[in-house]
């Protein structure tokens, strides 16, 4: 099913076909609930992660068209749920000190591959503290002195897919590549640190995240883990 989908989202978008927005559309919507609850979400939070699933979405044609605002839109929502600050298994949420303990336990991970593999390269990403290498720029800079052959390798030092079937007709260029070497390894707020940011009364760039909020508060009533 996840297979079909992203075939959809790869496919030429020359004719276009909203039938097949739609179903994108409905899909990732059904993916989101599922992450939303805890007693799928243990079975399914895997899955899509190892599947490098947003940054698939993320690159694929159909994302990237101009008119799917909404594809965008439930793309953001589903993100929120896959990166949520709860353990998949027992549904406790992370201390503040736990979350950022697993965030620099994947960078070591990346210094120590980039150490030992890629020294004559990446030797001031290996020896960097971690808020110099969190950052999409950053890290994005030390990445482009890797040749697409050694970025490959690297993912697969790292545990990140970079295969798919044909049937799914992704590509995994080195656009794709670097986008799920950047998304795994990037610092990202939790839920609490977005919230104690936002201002108390709404304004014009935050009133749609307040709308968003009042999606996720609906979600908590229905017994989601948020």
Known sequence: MVSHNLSCLWASLIPFRSDKLTYCERFIEFLTDLESQLPTRRYINTLLVDLNLLPVLKMSPMFNEDNNGQLRDLYNLLQHFVYFSIDDYTGAEYT???????????????????LKHFKTKLTIL??????????????????????????????????????????????ADRRLLVEVVL???????????AVGKMNILPTEVGYPV?????????????????
């Not at 503040?96 to 980039?114: G, I, S, V």
């Open 96 to 114: 503040h000190e736990e979350f950022y303990d697993a965030h620099c336990k994947t960078l070591a991970r990346l210094q120590k591959a980039a």
């Open 126 to 171: 290996a020896l960097s503290n971690y808020a110099a290498i969190d950052k999409r720029t950053e890290l994005e800079g030390h990445l482009a002195s890797l040749t697409d052959g050694e970025l490959e390798e690297l993912c697969v030092l790292l545990g990140l897919r970079t295969t798919y079937p044909r049937s799914s007709r992704v590509v």
């Open 183 to 193: 998304i795994t390894h990037e610092r990202r707020m939790s839920f609490r640190e």
């Open 210 to 226: 307040l709308i968003h909020l009042k999606y996720v508060a609906t979600d908590c009533r229905a017994g989601h883990p948020i």
